[in-house]
């Protein structure tokens, strides 16, 4: 068995209140690390009880919270976004909004400490984006903002890539080679994103400088439906044997959908990162 650490994120319950038989789940199935997605109707990041609580869970079950995804909705319902948040939105209320919204994520962090805040710059193609958004100027502002507050609570800020013009591989790289240097950030390379935007060899070539921690699921490279590995299109050999050839060594946290029965996915989840491991192995 090769020696990588794999995670869950709670993406999978994400329609449900987080509660610790969630995680117990999660650590069951043997996976050693979670991302908690911050939708306020999901984990209530405003609410210092639910971050105790989360600690406690953590602590019991011996579980690393690797990272927290940020805010990017008010809810999730049906599988639909309600109310988006978006740090680059032009209009500067809205951008405040959001922002705003993040710095009450990175509180919990002096309660529940979690390595990475995965970070969206804007809104994905594929989704309602408001007039005025996805401003390069105003998602540059917004980093610059985060990171100052992250880096008081010992959270790095990673930028996922995600499908659109902010957010490729080489845009992200660009923003932090060009445009934010001396900040200290770094990338999320969500594969089911990447395979949806062009070659995913290319882009884990592209942000092998900068890669701090991944989002892993499949599709079929037109719809981010956030499938189990080996269920899509995307070529996993090829996928692992790039990520094997970067050095990256870090955590390759699924972050699957739940379609109707998360145990099941959980289950077919388990095969993946099995398949996955012996891949490594082989390499």
Partial sequence: MSDRRFGVSTHLFHESRLTREHLTHIAGHGFEAVEVFATRAHFDYHDARAATDLAEWLSDLRLSF????APIVEAIRDGK???????A?????RRKTAVAEVANTLKVAATAPFQYLVLHLGVPDGQQIPAGDNQPAAARRSVEEIVSLASDVNVRVALEVMPNSL???SALCHLIEEQLEGL?????LDYGHANLTGDLSDAIETVSGHLWTTHVHDNDGRTDDHRV???GRIDWDAAMMETQKIGYDGVLMFEVADTGDPIE???RT??????LEHMFVAF
């Fill in 265 to 267: 996915v959980l289950k």
């Fill in 184 to 188: 200290d950030v770094g990338i999320c």
């Fill in 89 to 93: 939105a032009a209009d500067e209320t």
């Fill in 229 to 231: 590995p080996f269920s």
């Fill in 66 to 69: 690797h990272s927290m995804h």
């Fill in 167 to 169: 957010s490729s591989a």
């Fill in 270 to 275: 388990v095969k993946a990162r099995e398949r």
């Fill in 81 to 87: 976004w309600v109310g988006s948040f978006s740090i």
